[in-house]
Every structure is written in C-alpha cells, then in structure tokens.
C-alpha cells in the first residue's frame, strides 16, 4: 500500500499517449491505487504510540514510571504505574488498529475490482489498482467508473452514454455524456488498437463540473470539455458498452481530490483536560518544591542531630541533595492527583455509552433492520456541545423520491381527503387509494388519494383530459417496453417521471416516441402526435414547451414551468381563472410541495411556419445563438391559457420538520450544503420548515464575481442591522465596528432571517479576504442553504465555522460526496441509504433517519456529556482529597516523603475502593429522564456552553478536595493528640491515626458520590455501598494475622484495624469529619436549589409535582401558510434533453431501473450566559412578508 501514495512534483499540465505504457510511464502519475488507511504493519506501532502520547497524560505517566525506576527517590513501586498504562496503550491501540483494519479492508475491496483493460490488442481482465494513465478500458452496464476517463466511443448512437452521479454530487436522475465525433466510430478493439492520440489537459483537481484539454490524432486538435469525462465513482445506466482513454488514475481522479484527509478528532473535553494535566503538574511541581526546601531546611536544623541512628543514605552528602531526592520523591507519591485510573474510567465510561447507543431500539429502523452505530468510542460527550449542523440534502434530509400529490385544473383543486365532517382527513386517517384497475397500463406502485379526479377523467371532463394530456406530450421521458404492457420510464429527473407517472395512472399513457413523434394511448385510444419542436428547459426559462400538430392536423403549443415565470405570459382572459390557481399554488407551497404551472397555446399554420422559419436561422448563428433562441422562444410563450398547475412532494424522510424544530429549539443551528439546484434546495428547506413564511426575510447571493457576492452580502447585512436599528427604541449601532464586534452585533439582530448561497458565489465567498464577511453574515441567520456545492467546498464550510467560531460542529450526509464534511466536522454522521456505503464507512456515528438525530443529541450526546463532567469533577475531587493528605503530613515527619496510609490502600484506593461507585455514576447518572430531554430542548444548552466543566469547575472541584484535605487531616490529628484508648494508654500512633484517616476518607467520598448521584439504580447502590464493605473486607484482612503469619515481612500491623476501629473515640472522629466536610456541601446545594435553580431543577421538581398526571406531549401539526407570495417551483431539469430528443441521437436505449411544531420564538434560559451580553436585542417582528432578495 505504501506504493500507493509516491510523492510527485506538481503538475502543470497532464500529458496521456493511448496504448503507450512506456511514454507515459516517465511522467510518474500515479496508479489507480487508493488508500484511505493510516498504518501499515511496519508503521503501526510507531506512529499509533506517536498519536497516544500526544495526549499529555500518557507522557506524563511515563515520565513517572522512570522515576519510579530510580530506587533512591522512590517510594511506591514501579509497578503501580506500568501496568496501568500498558493497559491504556494497549486497549486504545486494538481500537485504532480495528478500525484501520476496516480501512484496509475496504482499500483493498475497491483496488482488487476487475475492469476490461485494452492491452497490446487483446482485452484483459486487469485489477483496478493495476489500471494507469493512457490505457483504454472498457465498461459495461452498471458498472462503476474505475478512473476518470475521456469517453472514445459507446454502443449508443453518436457516441453518448448514460450516467449516474449519485456518488459525486448526490444526484440519482441521469446525466448524458457525449464523445467527441471523431472517435465516436471507435468500437472495434482493432481499431482502438491502433489508436494513438495524445491528450493535454489540465493538472489534477477537484472540480467536478469543469474539465478543458485537447486531443491531438492526426494531425488535427479536438478540444475536449467535461461532457467528454466520466468520472470515478459514476456509474454506467442505460448503456450496454462503451470505451475510455483513462486520464487521472487513483488520488488524481476528481473524486479522491474531494475526499478529506481522515484526521484524529478529540473532544474539547480532552483538549481541556491536556491542559489541566498540564496545570496540575505545574501544582505537584510547586508542592515538591515547597516539601523538598523544608527538607533541605529540616535536614539542615535538625536532621544531622539524628545521624547517629538515622544516617543519610550513602549519596547523600548534604542536607541540599536530600531536599533535592525528597523533591522527585514528593513527585512520585503527589501523583495520584491524576492517576492513570482516570484515563482507563474515562474509556470504560465511553465504551458504556456507545453500547447505549448501539442498543436503543429507539434508533433502530425496523423498516430496513439497521440499528444505530457508534462507530467510534471517543466522541461521545461531544454530541451534548453541538452547535452547528451541517446536513446533505438529498438522501438525508429527503428520500429523493418524487410523489404526484395535488393539482389544480380549471380552478379546482384535487388531491385533499374529507372526512365525514368535511374536515381534512390527517396522513394517518386516510381511507383507500384510488383504484386504477380500469387502465391495464397503469403503474401499481401509483397511490393517490382523491377519488374527484379520477371521476373527472371518465366524466370526459375536456379540462382534465387537455391537463393529462399535457403532461403525456411535454417532457424528455423515454419509454421502454421490455413486455407487453410492461411499461419502463427513463426520465432525466425524478420530478418529470412523477408527472408522466400520474398521466399514465389517469388513463394517458405516454407509450413511445420518435424524433418526430409522440404516441399516447389516451382512454385506451392509441393517438399519435407530431412533434414539430421542443423549447428546451434551462435556468434561465425555468420553462419547457412542446409543440405538437394532433391527428386532425390542429396545432398546439403545450408549457410547463414556475410559476413565476408562467403567470406573466397568461391570457388576459384567464385573470379569474389565474387568481384561484394562484390560491392554490399558495396553498401547495405552504404545504412545501413542489409546483409547475400548465398551460397551452393553439397556433395557426401560417404562424407556425413563419415561426419555425425565425427558429432556424436563430439556431444556425454564429454570434448570440443561445439569446436570439430564447427571444424566439419568448415571442411564441405568450398570450397563453392556463390549463392549471401540478404540485409535487419531494418526499422528506418522516420526522424531518421535527427534529429541525426541535434541535432549533435546542439552540442549534442547521445548514444545509447540497450539490442540487437553488430552487430544489430552498423548496426542502420550506418544507422541512427550516425556511418560514414569518422570516423576515430570505437573502439569496447569486453573484458571480466577488464584487457582486461582497456587494451582496453586505447589502445584506445591512439590512439586518437597519431592521435592528428601526426596533431598537432609539438605540443606534456605531458605523464603524470591528469583526468581532460586528460579529456579536449582527448575532443579535432582531427579527429571523435566512441566507441562500449558490456554488459559483461560495467559492468567492470562501476566498481569504470575504470569508469572515460571509461567516459574520451566514451566523447572523437562523438557517443557511448553500446550493451547488462541490464535496470539497463542505467541507471548506464546516472548516471555517470550525475555525473561527470555536464552536462543536457535526456534519450529517449519506453520499460519497459528503465524506469529505463528515471527516472535517467534529462529529461525522453518516446516513446507511440508498447511495452506498462510503458515508458510513467514514463516519463516527450512523443511523438510517435523519430524525435519530434528535436522540442521538438530546438524549445520547446531552446524558454522555452530563456524565462525564459529572466523574470528572468529582474524580479530581476525591483524587485532591486523597492527595493532598500527604502534603499536609509532610510538615510533621520532617519532609521526609513519607505516606499516610499504607502501601496497598495508595494501590486499592483508585482501583478497588472508589473506582466502581464513579463508574456507575458515569454510566447511568440522567439528571431527568429521555422524556423530558426531548420535551425540553432548553436543557442542551448548558453542553454548548460548557458550563458542567470548565476551568470554574475544575477550581471549585480542587478547592472542595483541598478543603477536605485539611479537615480530613487536621480533625484526627487534633483528636488523636490528646485522645486515649478505653484502657487509658495513648491512642496516638501511625498506624492507628493512618486507620482513621484512611477510614474517614472512604466514607466522605461515598457520601459525597452519594450526594452527586441524580439517578439511582440497583447498579449504584451495590457499588457504593459494597465499595465501602470491600473496604473494611480488605482492612480486617490485611491486618489479620493469618497473612502476618504468611507475609511478616509485608503485613506488620497486626490487629491494628481491630483495635483502632474499636475505639468509640475514633468513631466519634470518623463521624465528625464527614460531618464537617459534607454539611457546607448539602447547605450550598439547598440554598441554590431554592434561590437560583438552573431548568433542570425545575423540570424534576415539575416531574414531582404532575408525577400522577399524565404527561402532555406537545402535538406537532402542520399549519399552512397564509398571506404570502412564495413560488412552489422546483424542477430538477438540465437543459439539452430537448435537442438530443428532436436529434433522434438517443432514439436507441437500453433499460433503466427507476430509483427513485411550528418553531417557536423563544427566548433563552440561559441567555445572558450565552451571550454574555447586558443588552439583549428586541423579540422578532412579526407577520413581516418576506421578499427573496437575489
């Protein structure tokens, strides 16, 4: 593998020779390997320790092992600390070489792939990792693209060849690729034997609409254009064969250029935690030295009165070089303030919330028996700190499945159900489907719920029968009918299948085509039209229109398209008519459906002909071709009857609207990037109800150059702050701010707005000197739709939020062309769908819905994020506790490193006495349960805004440990000094005072866990409570006299524990230290809870107060839009379609299987903690319309 990856000079130019390995060999290209692993088996070891010591823990560990092996300063042995971090190398190195091993596995899948490659004349099954630049390949039907190739030649007419580029830019409808004329005829092996043209063109990159290079053959240059390319990752449809010169090979082909790097993600919790470690080595290093200059004072002042029967070790010859041992001494015994224990919890804890989320049977998809999947085990806790989303489209979002759902012809409209009452039937009320059994044509998989309109259509109602009509002629679907009765529609986008769907289901069956006709059974009646012209669709248009002379020799031009564009070009006549089909339309686009206004137009012979004549010579310019075409087109789409209009669900994957409401509520924000057009996008995001009619407005940056997308996005801005200023009560913004403060400003705007980015305008948009300029606009908005982006743009998005924003970004998509977001984002979400499995594989999380999202979050990622500062904080608490003891004690046995417990409590106090009861609180600790996370979104903020640990936190958690530090050792110490035993002697001795304490502290920290426990189980009662009985378990038998009996040299304390603990006095003690240490703790609770309780308090105390009430779930409806102009269109259509039909070049085609809570304003919690600003901006304006701004 290490192969495939050669360092190469960059390129300039790329130079390819057909059939001439050895030409092109001396370039050094690289292969058609790919490798997406990190390790190979030499590398492994090296650079995974590399990584794992890049956490300053680790390092700090190892640094405590080689002291540990120096026995003059050691104290403790070196065993404690090596077994432990062996452990924790070896368990995260298993994981990581696991999760390579997939990579590998899955490298090697794709490398090992069989093509057809042409060598010295003879096709040979080649693997594609072998495959290199200059060979000429051959695929078949359904396969995938091994490289990206120049197409040569196909079994198709003219050299075309069909397409699908789902795993590119997320798009399933068909796309066309074409080759260039003179190589169209090369289809025999010999012939293309015997080719030996050169390309040059351009260096690798990651453009994936734009390709320019030459041909050389012959003598002659053939300019080559992106239509000429079929690119990795596509694959072959409706095309039995066809031939490619392969021009980029493996890591130069477009889509490895997009795909990211895979990169080591660690929550802000580790990166906090690094430099925690950092500033409590900062503190042991403090303490030794406070201990080691009052050794070397000690020493000095009174140590040498004591050489007599406590010499100094051999190398020690000074009081100085004492003090200096006892520093690195004082080090080694100080350091469980962080013990390797936490690191090894910290893994488990993880691991325990992964299999949560592998188990919930909440996020299990019945429908295709996919269960959740944390794929990786080290992020858990960030998914309860998101803040940003950004999501795919297509796949993610919706199901890319188009649905012929409602219309309106002649001023009514079809497609709602009644009930009894007259009531608009909801989703789940609906009775059954239309019956189309009278239409043996009709497509079985066809539903529709209104039995009006087929009534209609057998009533002969002429209106209806004209709209069907239309949608049977004017389109580019072809028909194929492989048996009788079997019809196969290939259609160029999903939407006009569902059109053509619908009028074959209603009795007209779009049954064949010729260039210059079009068969339609109407009603059982074969008729047959002759097609005179296509008026091809673009963006510009947003129309298409067809015109057609019908077997009585009436000729009649019919046009679908946007409404916004239609109904300006309507007969002055249809104006009643128009306003309730506008109605209509309003309704449909409320709905978030997707619309087309029909319409139709009968021209006379005469016109015709003089018509067609002006379309000829407009096609046959050479200068404004393109312009005097559609000025033609223009004058003949006018004046025309409306017939009425279609509307179309893009159907969105179920719980859509709700989860974006919900997580909105959660004060995160959604973008959507998708490679789809703008109206298609912006379409979604009005029915996913990202986008509003109560927004104050929508800006849309469609600019080309980077003087109009600046120009554009600060015009934008400027409203937004205008809209400020008008309801700002006379409160005016300064003219001139800087970025951060503009930024923070524009942040608290009034009213709602949302930004609408084309690709074109993204990639000036992201450019050094604007890309602040759109990050401070795009976050001022509460939802932002980037169109047409390329996979690498993505993940150039999620990268600059990252960047300057500093906030948890998760990046959500199903499709090859989101792996490179996936990979950037903090968190990469990948949806198991229907365009493979690339997104998975890339992924850290995955599930089958985008609604799981709202579980995974809420639920999943805010529990994880509870626990885990939850442990640390009271980890750091009981280790500063335990810890600091020994530096209190220093002062009083002459600083010379010597422990207060014994040896084994220092071994089992981490590992045995308080690791399960923190473990258990890690795991299972909720503050309220699933229910009310979701119910109330509010409770997520406090993860975005780091307020369950944080440097605060971790202060306030040191300063309780050292506070019962002090009591812990200060209250015995007190006592034991004057205190006596029942039979008068002394009570004070080492062993007994080390008891106490080591007894005491036990206690208070189960108290404590026992404090900081919100949810309790079985789990935690037995860990808590049997800790504390192993505890004394452990005590009595370490102190027995069967093992001094056994071990004298290791148990020397006979029947100390006995004798301590049998002490009413030392009980006394015991009892008054918890006492003393846990009061302040429960008063500062009780009076937060009761003077300033934070929301979960309060939902808990709620829970407790309606606990015998039924809870009320919030009832999410669908609310229709009123008193709003929003057009409905969206079409995803290419323009050429048209010309290739009336061509007749694709006449011949193989087959094709089709693939097909109302948000409320409300104002934050905890809003003066998120902004941390003293002015908070004015609630939104309401009802405002809301233009589109281009």
């Known amino acids: 593998m290490a192969l495939c990856a050669k360092k190469r000079p960059p390129e300039e130019e790329r130079r390819a020779r057909a059939n001439d390995r050895e030409y092109n060999e001396k370039f050094q290209y690289a292969s058609n ?192 254009s992106n239509q000429n390319m079929l690119l990795r990752g596509c694959v072959l449809r409706n095309t039995e064969w066809c031939f490619g010169l392969v021009i980029f090979a493996g890591p130069d082909t477009k889509l490895m250029q997009n795909s990211g790097r895979t990169k080591f993600k660690r929550t802000s919790i580790d990166r906090l935690m690094n430099t925690l470690v950092l500033w409590i080595f900062g503190f042991l290093v403090c303490m030794g030295v406070i201990l080691a200059i009052g050794n070397a004072i000690w020493e000095h002042e009174v140590g040498t009165r004591f050489q007599v029967y406590l010499p100094w070790d051999e190398a020690v010859d000074s009081a100085f070089f004492s003090g200096f041992l006892s520093f690195w001494s004082y080090i080694i015994i100080l350091n469980t303030v962080v013990p390797i224990s936490l690191y090894v919890s910290v893994e488990v804890i993880r691991l325990g919330h992964s299999y949560f989320i592998n188990w919930d049977k909440k996020m299990f998809c019945t429908k295709k028996r996919t269960p959740a999947e944390a ?431 500093k906030a948890v970004t998760l990046a959500i998509g199903d499709g090859a062309n989101d792996v490179s977001m996936i990979k950037t984002a903090h968190i990469g979400v990948g949806i198991s769908g229907q365009e493979g499995i690339q997104a998975v594989l890339a992924s850290d999380y995955s599930f089958s819905q985008f609604k799981f999202l709202q579980r995974l979050l809420l639920v999943h990622g805010r529990w994880s994020y509870l626990r885990m500062c939850k442990f640390l904080c009271y980890f750091f608490y009981k280790n500063f506790a335990f810890t600091m003891v020994h530096f209190w004690f220093g002062f009083f046995c002459g600083f010379s490193a010597q422990t207060v417990y014994d040896q084994y409590f220092i071994t089992l106090y981490n590992i045995v006495y308080t690791s399960l009861p923190v473990l258990a609180m890690g795991v299972f600790d909720q503050d309220v349960p699933e229910q009310r996370s979701m119910e109330y979104p509010k409770l997520y903020e406090p993860g975005q805004l780091n307020l369950l640990f944080n440097k605060r936190e971790f202060f306030i958690c040191i300063a309780q440990g050292i506070y019962t530090s002090v009591l812990m050792f200060f209250i015995p110490y007190g006592v034991f000094a004057e205190a006596t035993r029942d039979d008068g002697t002394q009570l004070a001795d080492y062993q007994s005072f080390a008891v106490t304490v080591a007894t005491s502290l036990v206690i208070v920290v189960s108290v404590q866990i026992g404090l900081d426990t919100g949810y309790w189980t079985a789990i935690n009662h037995f860990f808590i409570w049997g800790s504390l009985a192993v505890y004394f378990a452990i005590l009595f038998a370490m102190h027995s006299n069967g093992l001094f009996d056994m071990f004298p040299n290791q148990f020397r304390f006979v029947g100390n524990a006995q004798n301590t603990l049998a002490q009413p006095t030392v009980w006394l003690t015991i009892v008054l230290t918890t006492v003393v240490c846990i009061m302040p703790v429960v008063a500062f609770r009780f009076l937060r809870l009761n003077l300033k309780p934070d929301l979960s308090d309060t939902v808990r105390y709620t829970q407790l107060v309606r606990k015998k009430q039924k809870a009320q779930h919030r009832c999410m409806r669908r609310v229709g839009r009123t008193g709003s102009r929003r057009s409905g269109y969206a079409f995803s259509h290419q323009e050429g379609f048209g010309e290739l039909i009336m061509s007749g070049k694709n006449m011949r085609l193989s087959s094709l299987a089709l693939s097909s809570f109302t948000t409320r304003s409300s104002s934050s919690w905890i809003e003066s903690l998120r902004r941390k600003k003293s002015d908070s901006a004015s609630s939104p304006s309401a009802g405002a319309d809301k233009p589109l701004k281009g």
């Open 33 to 224: 390997c790919i490798k997406t692993s990190k390790y190979n088996i030499l590398t492994f070891l090296p650079v995974n320790l590399f990584e794992q010591f890049q956490e300053v823990a680790n390092t700090y560990f190892l640094f405590l092992l080689i002291l540990q092996l120096i026995p003059q300063i050691s104290s403790l042995s070196w065993f404690t600390t090596i077994v432990p971090l062996v452990l924790v190398l070896t368990i995260t190195a298993v994981k990581d070489a696991t999760d390579d091993y997939f990579r590998h596995k899955s490298d090697n899948q794709v490398n090992n792939r069989q093509s057809q490659v042409l060598i010295n004349g003879i096709l040979q099954q080649e693997q594609w990792m072998n495959v290199c630049v200059g060979d000429i390949i051959k695929l078949e039907n359904n396969q995938f693209v091994a490289a990206d190739l120049l197409l040569l030649s196909s079994s198709e007419p003219h050299g075309l060849c069909y397409i699908e580029t789902a795993e590119l830019d997320g798009e399933t409808n068909m796309k066309v690729r074409q080759a260039i004329p003179v190589t169209s005829e090369l289809g025999d092996i010999s012939k293309l034997a015997k080719f030996d043209g050169e390309v040059i063109c351009e260096p690798p990159n990651n453009k994936l609409d734009k390709f320019s290079g030459t041909l050389y053959w012959k003598e002659n240059k053939f300019p080559l």
């Open 375 to 805: 794929r990786t085990t080290t992020l858990n806790e960030e998914l309860g700190q998101v803040e940003y989303i950004f999501s795919d489209k297509t796949g993610t979002l919706t199901q890319n499945i188009m649905v012929f759902n409602k219309c309106s012809i002649n001023g009514r409209s079809y497609g709602d159900v009644f009930d009894v009452p007259g009531h608009k039937a909801e989703l789940g009320e609906r009775p059954e489907p239309v019956d189309f059994s009278f239409n043996p044509l009709a497509d079985k998989k066809f539903l529709f719920w209104d039995p009006t309109l087929l009534e209609a259509v057998k009533m002969g109602d002429p209106h209806t029968h004209e709209f069907f009509r239309l949608l049977s002629l004017c389109h580019t679907v072809m028909s194929e009918e492989k048996n009788e009765g079997e019809l196969y529609y290939k259609a160029q986008s999903p939407d006009e299948g569902a059109l053509v769907t619908a009028a074959r289901n209603f009795g007209f069956v779009f049954r064949s085509r010729t260039p210059k006709t079009i068969t339609v059974h109407e009603m059982g009646e074969a008729i047959t039209y002759q097609l005179l012209a296509i008026l091809d669709f673009n963006n510009i248009r947003k129309r298409m229109s067809v015109i057609v002379r019908n077997p009585e020799g009436k000729i009649r031009l019919y046009c679908k398209g946007a409404d916004t564009i239609l109904l300006d070009r309507l007969h002055h006549s249809t104006q009643e008519l128009l306003n309730t089909t506008t109605d209509h339309l309003n309704e449909y686009a409320g709905e978030g459906l997707r619309t087309l206004v029909l319409a139709y137009k009968d021209l006379d012979e005469e016109y015709y002909e003089e018509w067609a004549e002006r379309r000829l010579q407009a096609s046959l310019a050479q200068d404004s071709r393109e312009d005097r075409l559609a000025s033609v087109y223009e004058e003949v789409e006018s004046d025309m009857m409306l017939l009425g209009a279609t509307a179309i669900e893009d159907k969105l994957q179920q719980g859509v609207p709700e989860t974006i409401a919900l997580l909105t509520l959660a004060n995160i924000k959604i973008w959507v990037l998708t490679g789809d057009k703008q109206e298609t996008a912006v379409n979604i995001g009005y029915s996913c109800k990202m986008l509003t009619d109560d927004m104050t407005e929508v800006f849309i940056v469609t600019g080309h150059t980077v003087l109009e997308v600046r120009e554009e996005l600060r015009k934008a801005r400027e409203k937004m702050m205008d809209s400020s200023r008008s309801v700002g009560n006379g409160f005016t913004y300064q003219e001139k701010l800087s970025s951060s403060k503009l930024s923070s400003v524009l942040e608290a705007v009034a009213g709602e707005y949302a930004l609408v980015i084309n690709g074109h305008s993204l990639a000036h948009a992201l450019e050094a000197d604007m890309e602040l300029e759109f990050l401070e606009t795009a976050c001022a908005c509460k939802a932002v739709i980037c169109c047409r982006v390329t996979p690498l743009q993505k993940a150039q998005v999620v990268e600059l939020v990252k960047k300057y924003k």
